[in-house]
């Protein structure tokens, strides 16, 4: 009776509970992609059109002189594909670094040259990790127009850009870069203007949203995620200053040769005095110090153990004379044996070698520094933030781990309109990609659960489940009791109430004891691999222990050897 209304109940729940646990996922977060709507003067989706607009560069590298030759070239692959993890939007697509452990160079032209001259600079794109990133660059650069027409396919580490942002890791070392080039107005040189401290990159699978705004006040701002990572000044912030110091040391003027920087000096007049004595020693003996009462001047400190004794076998002609074992003498427990000597004590009179005291050199003309003239290359620039003309976006990388996707790139002016962007796009992709997450977190600590504690009723349906929507035949498979269950339940309600309450019930009866049996046997496993730890624990609780074992197990032996003997 008590078995007819478990099972009755067991079947009602687990009907109610896996059709409503697979429909409850199924029906969250489906958004196909959308192309924006949004203008600006880059922006790249990497939709259908995409290569009409990048190109792959297989251009030699040109810092580089390694021996192996394969890395003398771009020849790292590119894709344009959806996610392979944390998948969000269908249909949307990225750009995708292919080949680990190689460079990657790929580039698009502007439609139009941007110059930034008196605007708002912003900056923005997604980098998805999924591939984790141990070390290589996931930065993009804004090329420089130059005088000859940009050529994407000559592409490489030495074309001139204006800005280099982006994450960038290897090992300890993570940063977002936020680098310029900035042109000195009057040697005509560019220098590599560097944050002097970048934040760090997200490592993460999930997508990253990267902003950087540039204003015409020369303030800058990097978000991550739309959270502000960092701000600053383009011309505080960065190393080498934008601006070379007004005055520099004058080269020509060179520290005289009488210059005296010494400020202290001992003292010329000053003499030995006649009762300073150099030898009188540190250490004298204590005359005031008397040998103690209970001194034993004649008592040696170790005497022959009294209770050893020859053992019956000593052969003295094999093996020599017999000598009892030394032990401490018991007598000296005060260290009160032996010739007495005086303790030594400090002696009142020891002086030292005598040194003239020190005194203010009156020669002394203070620290010598070379004379201020004023920086023959000395310029002001007081608006860095208005950059070069820009010709193109570019991805030139080295990275050992591939799987770096690109995705929603914004080029532009406008502050607002990159945040459109953004909540069209990212904030979307984020909600999804969070939904998954959770739920491997989520079976994280399920797994944890399995393996400290036997998951409950519920839990083990509730993975079912999961695993039913991904892969039906894996999940029958792994689970048969439930696949057969949920089978039964789902696609013949009708049947399963008749399971309730006919005969056949015998075969439902023995899943249930299969699904005690299994549950015991984990608990059993549980147990045993406890009581295995705890073996490994003791025996690794000290060496001590187990030295103390051996010896004793070696005497044992020796003792029935004896005995064998005897
Ligand atoms: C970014 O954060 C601000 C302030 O917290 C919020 O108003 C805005 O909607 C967020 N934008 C996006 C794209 O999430």
């Keep these: 009776m008590k078995q007819r209304v478990f099972t009755k109940v067991f079947c009602i729940l687990a009907s109610l509970l896996v059709p409503a646990l697979a429909e409850e996922d199924a029906s969250k977060n489906v958004v196909t992609f959308k192309p924006t709507e949004i ?324 020669d002394y003309k203070g620290p010598w520094a070379p004379r201020k003239i004023p920086n023959p290359n000395y310029y002001e620039d007081n608006e860095p933030h208005n950059f070069e003309p820009m010709t193109a976006i570019g991805f030139e990388l080295w990275t050992m781990q591939n799987q770096i996707m690109f995705d929603n790139i914004y080029v532009g002016h406008s502050e607002a309109d990159a945040e459109e962007f953004a909540k069209q796009t990212w904030v979307v992709k984020n909600k999804i990609e969070m939904i998954e997450f959770e739920k491997e977190a989520a079976k994280e600590k399920e797994e944890m659960l399995k393996n400290n504690g036997e998951p409950g009723l519920k839990e083990k349906i509730a993975v079912f489940a999961e695993e039913f929507k991904k892969d039906p035949i894996t999940a029958f498979k792994k689970n048969p009791i439930f696949g057969t269950l949920g089978f039964i339940l789902c696609a013949f309600p009708f049947a399963s109430l008749l399971l309730v309450n006919r005969p056949k019930r015998k075969g439902l009866q023995q899943t249930i004891d299969e699904l005690r049996e299994k549950k015991q046997e984990g608990e059993e496993e549980e147990k045993e691999t406890e009581a295995l730890e705890t073996e490994n624990v003791e025996e690794n609780v000290t060496s001590e222990n187990l030295k103390q074992r051996t010896k004793a197990e070696g005497e044992e032996e020796k003792e029935e050897e004896k005995k064998d003997e005897e």
């Design 39 to 362: 203008k600006a003067p880059f922006i790249e989706q990497f939709t259908s059109s995409w290569d009409s607009r990048w190109e792959v560069s297989h251009s030699k590298k040109i810092s580089e002189s390694e021996n192996d030759e394969n890395l003398l070239q771009y020849n790292g692959k590119w894709a344009v594909e959806e996610p392979s993890v944390y998948k969000n939007i269908i249909g949307d697509k990225g750009l995708v670094v292919k080949s680990a452990a190689a460079h990657h160079a790929i580039s698009a032209k502007f439609p139009e040259v941007i110059d930034n001259e008196g605007k708002t600079l912003v900056v923005q794109y997604e980098v998805k990790l999924q591939n984790n990133l141990e070390c290589g660059g996931a930065y993009l650069k804004l090329i420089k127009k130059q005088d000859e027409e940009y050529d994407p396919k000559n592409y490489n580490d030495k074309t001139p850009y204006v800005i280099m942002f982006g994450p960038d890791r290897c090992g300890s070392t993570n940063r977002v870069h936020f680098i310029f080039r900035h042109k000195n107005p009057i040697t005509g040189e560019y220098e590599e203007k560097h944050l002097e401290t970048p934040p760090q990159a997200k490592i993460e699978k999930t997508t990253v949203l990267y902003t950087l705004i540039v204003r015409p006040d020369n303030t800058f701002e990097i978000k991550i995620n739309n959270k502000t990572a960092t701000t600053g000044n383009l011309l505080e912030s960065f190393k080498p200053s934008v601006n070379p110091p007004k005055e520099i040391d004058d080269p020509e003027d060179k520290k005289p040769e009488d210059w005296v920087d010494i400020a202290k000096i001992p003292d010329p007049e000053a003499t030995k005095p006649e009762d300073w004595d150099e030898d009188a020693p540190e250490m004298i003996p204590d005359e005031d110090a008397v040998k103690p009462d209970d001194w034993l001047d004649d008592e040696p400190e170790m005497i022959n153990d009294p209770d050893a004794v020859k053992p019956e076998d000593w052969d003295d002609e094999e093996d020599g004379e017999w000598v009892p074992v030394q032990i401490p003498n018991p007598k000296c427990e005060n260290n009160n044996c032996g010739e007495w000597t005086r303790p030594m004590k400090k002696n009142p009179e020891f002086k030292g070698k005598w040194k003239a005291p020190y005194i203010d050199n009156p």
